[in-house]
């Protein structure tokens, strides 16, 4: 999808939202985080050059994993400032630390960007996401466990990790076993369908375990391209591809147009405090991410896109709508992550386009007009 389609499919969920507030609450957390989301991280992953993450690692991890936890250190210290106890600031920060993979990945994949910087970038908004998760669900452990005092953000930390790393074998392991499984087999039905059992099976797996089931569809997509391009015998047919090219692109569409159903804008003036401590320590946060944790020797044009691709959306939606009702403060978590989604939706869209227009520039000369 184009940013002009995006930001069509929005508006005309807000229109509806006026209609109908209300109405895609409860259907936007429980069909992002369960329905759309592993079919999008499997086709974003699937797509995803593994060669150019090898190279860029350092910078990848950094964003994904110090930078997710700075965002969040970011938001708890601003929640603090204003009376908000330390557990349910640190869930805040969890959830409002991960940028939306949807948007990021399909905004990216239709336009011409250095192919080091979209790894950079896309890696970043599905890894970040994982870890974001992670840090979410601990954060709910610890909060039901009334046990949030000083070692506790370590604990939600390191029980974090390693649900990540057991999550990512486990995706390895379901490629593994489905390439296997695939070798010789040209029938594009079962390609698919195995793909698509793969996708959702390792992420409901996970999520059973307790572990994470975006790093298990992840790295089930990016260990499945690698043992198809390097076993001679398996080949996946470009039916295959066809379709989560289209399955995705049609997921983004709907996934937007409930976004903009969920914005419903007069909740934004409820916690009006609260509000404004996530909006500021969200853009502090965006620019301590890009400008410290990234690795110096890249453009400082690229430092630039980063910060404008840090886009909150479905994703934090979802996992704030998804909160059970006796967590504390929950009302003013869902109105704070509607008033961020919206600003950095709203500002990544008229700051995205002049960043890459200047990259496109430099990088490509002669089709930055392509870039929109």
Known sequence: MRLWQIGVAIALGIAYGFVAPGRFEYALGHATLYLFLPALLFEAAWNLNYRAIA????AIAMLAGPGVVLTALLVTGALSLIGVPLGPAFLTGSILSATDPIAVVAVFRRLRVPLTLATIVE???LFNDAVAVALYRASLVVLALGAVKGGAVAGIAAQAAA??????LLGIVAAFAAARALR?????????????????????LADYLKLSGIFATIAFGMALRYF??????L??????NRFWDVGALVANAVIFFMVGAALQLGRIAQEPIFVIACLIAI???RVAVAALLLPWP???DWIAVIRAAGMRGGLSLALALALPPWIPYRQAIVDGTFAVALATLAAGSLTLIPALRRIAKTSFPGTAQNVR
């Open 55 to 58: 190279r860029q690692w350092a």
């Open 184 to 204: 010789g087999v040209a029938d594009a039905k079962v390609q698919l369908a195995a793909t698509i059992l793969g996708a959702y099976g390792a992420y409901f």
């Open 283 to 285: 853009a502090v946060a």
């Open 228 to 233: 198809e391009r390097s076993w001679i015998s």
């Open 235 to 240: 080949r996946i047919a470009d039916d295959v």
């Open 298 to 300: 890249y453009p400082r």
């Open 163 to 168: 649900g990540a790393a057991a999550g990512a």
């Open 123 to 125: 890696c970043e908004s």
